[in-house]
């Protein structure tokens, strides 16, 4: 059982919509993460939360808006997506940024944009 | 060149067969790696850690060659429940996790 949980596990919203994906750790990590997905593709890293802190931007489009409100929450806002945002959406943890120790991912958001 | 490279297989084995999936990495700062474990339609989950003196953890054993760049997991034993993808990551020590596409694995009866 993961002690990183995200909700909604799936969403389909047409390209106008505003939504908003949740991530909730119960680890006590200081470090959260959202990743991306797509087919046939490695995870992409999209953004990094130290202590609530955002600390890397991976070049992610504006219509992909990050909020981590406390250390136990990170949102990921979508506001007028492209079919191409289409993907599985993970929230990954890490006790400490810096640490190299492994993170723990959520079972994911998968989007479908119509 | 990719960062991180696999093989993506799939690899379809019998059960009982041992196999071998490799990894090789382009960025020699690299100082952590880890094999995760994908099923389809889920979240990676960590199988385990990486060490330069190569590490076992029941049927599974991961190796690490620095000087070659290149990462190993061999499976013992292969069970149905093996069937996955294997996703080779690498830490560049800042916390950003290069995955591989991922190499998957089929046992069959």
């Known amino acids: 059982e993961t002690g990183v949980t995200q909700t909604p596990r799936h969403l389909v919203m047409g390209m106008t919509n505003k939504k908003s994906l949740k991530c909730e750790q119960h680890?006590?990590?200081?470090?959260m993460y959202w990743y991306k997905q797509s087919a046939k593709k490695p995870l992409e890293l999209m953004f990094v939360?130290?202590?609530?802190?955002?600390?890397e931007n991976n070049s992610v489009p504006s219509r992909f808006s990050p909020e981590c409100p406390n250390s136990s929450h990170l949102f990921l806002h979508l506001h007028t997506l492209q079919p191409e945002d289409s993907a599985l959406y993970l929230c990954?943890?890490?006790?400490?940024?810096?640490?190299?120790?492994?993170?723990?991912f959520g079972d994911g958001t998968r989007l479908s944009i119509l | 060149r990719k960062e991180v490279e696999q093989d993506p297989g799939p690899f379809n084995v019998p059960e009982g067969a041992t196999v071998a999936f490799n990894c090789t990495y382009s960025?020699?700062?690299?100082?952590?790696f880890f094999w995760y474990r994908q099923d389809c339609r889920k979240e990676p989950k960590l199988l385990m850690s990486?060490?330069?003196s190569g590490n076992e953890d029941g049927r599974f054993t991961a190796q690490l060659n620095r000087a070659s760049q290149y990462i190993s997991l061999l499976i013992r034993d292969s069970k149905l429940s093996d069937s996955a993808t294997y996703l080779c990551?690498?830490?560049?020590?800042?916390?950003?996790?290069?995955f591989g596409t991922g190499t998957r694995l089929q046992v069959f009866p």
């Open positions: 990954a943890t890490t006790a400490n940024i810096g640490s190299g120790q492994p993170q723990h």
């Open positions: 680890l006590g990590h200081n470090a």
């Open positions: 960025n020699s700062a690299s100082q952590s």
């Open positions: 990551v690498v830490n560049m020590g800042t916390d950003k996790l290069i």
């Open positions: 990486v060490y330069s």
């Open positions: 939360y130290n202590f609530k802190e955002q600390t």
